[in-house]
């Protein structure tokens, strides 16, 4: 398995401002994710980061607006930029960690929760 | 692409009684499943996964869920709750060949005594 840290854990920011979280991995992985979770709705990925190219970025979401970086194999972050109210959400990291017998399993962080007032 | 439906928002149940959360699902290609749980103020944790094999697969913390492809359905079951069971809990889907998931919009398991 995968222990995933994640800083901040929460924050309150003005809107305008930008905030990096930042995403820990205890092993190293090839696959990391973003997510968002808006208040009482499901996860939506954000996009998927791998070490030494650029992040992948889902249908909605583009790099100006969450730029992320991902110098290593066991870090990542996610920048929300010029943020407004609606960025408000739980921002989660996830890894996909390789199984025995060719098998993957997603691990969660804990996840940033996030208000912009 | 993938989508999943789960069609309970919120399940109350008592301490001790049986609980049956439902998916659904919809895809093109063969799937994995998955269910998550997320406990207040915490990130999400795997409790069971269907790759292949056998359709009934057993999770952490006594749950268990039923594949079932010609439903297209993948039941998230446990025979007698605890208090501790109060949660957010997610269906989730992934093609078989992609890693990305897709999640159901979750259902808030309230246990009462």
């Known amino acids: 398995s995968a222990v995933i840290s994640q800083k901040p854990s929460r924050d309150i920011c003005q809107r305008g401002t930008s905030l990096t979280i930042q995403c820990q991995v205890d092993?190293?992985?090839?696959?990391m994710f973003w997510y968002r979770q808006q208040p009482g709705q499901s996860l939506t990925l954000i996009a998927t980061?791998?070490?030494?190219?650029?992040?992948?970025?889902e249908s909605g979401f583009v790099i100006d607006k969450f730029p992320i970086s991902r110098p290593n194999l066991t870090f990542s972050t996610l920048t929300v930029s010029n943020m407004s109210p609606e960025d408000s959400s739980i921002y989660l990291c996830?890894?996909?960690?390789?199984?025995?017998?060719?098998?993957?399993?997603?691990?969660f962080g804990p996840g940033t929760r996030l208000t912009v007032t | 692409a993938q989508s999943v439906t789960q069609l309970d928002s919120q399940v109350p149940v008592f301490e001790e009684a049986p609980v049956e959360l439902r998916c659904n699902y919809s895809?093109?290609?063969?799937?994995?499943l998955f269910w998550y749980v997320q406990y207040p103020n915490q990130g999400l944790q795997l409790l069971l996964k269907?790759?292949?094999?056998?359709?009934l697969v057993k999770g952490i913390n006594g749950f268990e869920a039923e594949f079932n492809k010609s439903q297209t359905s993948f039941h998230l079951r446990k025979p007698s709750v605890h208090i501790s069971d109060t949660a957010e809990y997610f269906c989730?889907?992934?093609?078989?060949?992609?890693?990305?998931?897709?999640f159901g919009a979750g259902t808030t398991v309230t246990v009462r005594a």
């Open positions: 996830s890894v996909e960690f390789g199984l025995a017998g060719g098998n993957y399993e997603q691990y």
């Open positions: 092993s190293q992985v090839t696959m």
């Open positions: 980061a791998n070490q030494g190219s650029e992040a992948t970025y």
């Open positions: 895809s093109s290609v063969s799937v994995y």
């Open positions: 269907y790759l292949s094999g056998s359709t």
């Open positions: 989730a889907v992934s093609p078989s060949n992609d890693y990305k998931l897709s």
